[in-house]
């Protein structure tokens, strides 16, 4: 293989930067030309296409963010979207692809594979961490130390004034940046889509909590478990508990990426590329699983069920008693 693309796609997440740099540089190291796709699969239709050098990525490894640019792509989910990305790619003589992204930017990256021979690696980029065929995604770890970080601030108003408080945390249908984010923040309640809860007990465990001396408590509600304002009314209204809301929002998408991201970046990167130019390879996702790197073909990756992390969810219920 002589020439590859690189691009990153769906939400953005720390970390893929450096993977980006880790793509190029590996690529550069064993003598393949690399091209930065803009705007994910909306700048492999449109040709937003710029070769890169090892140079290009300097600076990039702390950077959150992509300078790639990003996008959620509508016209590649169909065939002649894709015939068009195909078409780019033999006009350029790419004849390998880095897709850094999520589930649906994998599946895109599939269907390219399937329906045009182009050879395409996933690197899982995304806070949400809801890829079950890999341990980790890059960005999950620096999305959850920002979210720390704002529990941290937050408890110590929060005590001073004797308040509770509901921090909103993102994820789509994934309560992982919840649970860790909540585990190690020390929060009370930690509130996921994936295990139910039952707000008239809590209302009353705040109450009681209350009658103990414990004024002051935290909840974490990931995204896709509830309405903020209607559970802080619930529990204003059936627990007479001073209650503080904080959405979260974009902040958790951003910033510097943590060592644990910019070294997984830089493994998945120097994977991908050696898993394009291995002959026998097949387009598959990268990944990490009891920290050694892994290539699943994309088909498997999908198959692999995501299971709640029972150990964390009863470490959470035994530590906030
Ligand atoms: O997938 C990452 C993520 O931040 C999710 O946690 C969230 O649901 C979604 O993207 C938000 O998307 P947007 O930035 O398009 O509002």
Avoid: W
């Avoid at 809801?130 to 920002?146: E, I, K």
């Avoid at 994977?271 to 790197?293: C, D, P, Q, W, Y």
């Amino acid at each position: 293989m002589k020439k590859i693309g690189v691009l990153t796609s769906g939400g953005d997440a720390p970390g893929m930067n450096a993977a980006v740099r880790a793509v190029v540089r590996t690529a550069r190291y064993y003598g393949m030309q690399v091209y930065g796709i803009e705007r994910g699969y909306e700048g492999l239709i449109s040709g937003q296409i710029t070769e890169l050098e090892t140079r290009s990525v300097s600076d990039m490894i702390q950077r959150g963010g992509t300078f790639l640019k990003t996008a959620r792509c509508k016209e590649f989910t169909e065939l002649e979207g894709r015939r068009k990305a195909a078409d780019t790619l033999e006009a350029y003589g790419i004849e390998g692809l880095v897709v850094v992204g999520g589930d649906g930017s994998f599946r895109g990256a599939k269907d390219l594979s399937d329906d045009f021979g182009i050879k395409c690696m996933g690197i899982p980029g995304t806070i949400d961490k809801d890829l079950a065929y890999t341990d980790y995604t890059l960005g999950f770890d620096t999305a959850v130390n920002t979210v720390l970080s704002a529990i941290n601030n937050l408890r110590d108003t929060m005590q001073s004034h004797d308040r509770v408080c509901i921090v909103e945390v993102m994820g789509r249908h994934c309560g992982d940046i919840a649970l860790y984010s909540g585990i190690a923040g020390g929060a009370e309640y930690i509130l996921t889509p994936e295990i139910p809860y039952d707000l008239n007990e809590i209302a009353k465990s705040l109450v009681k909590s209350k009658l103990r001396g414990k004024t002051s408590n935290m909840l974490v509600l990931a995204e896709g478990a509830g309405n903020l304002e209607e559970i802080a009314a619930f529990l204003t209204e059936h627990a007479h508990v001073d209650i503080k809301r904080t959405h979260l929002g974009h902040v958790q998408r951003g910033g510097s990426p943590t060592m644990a991201d910019r070294i997984l970046a830089t493994r998945f990167g120097v994977r991908a590329v050696e898993e394009l130019m291995n002959e026998k390879s097949v387009s598959s996702a990268i990944g990490i699983k009891e920290n050694k790197i892994i290539a699943m073909p994309f088909e498997q990756a999908f198959a692999v069920k995501r299971e709640t992390n029972t150990e964390l969810y009863n470490a959470s219920k035994i530590l906030s008693k």
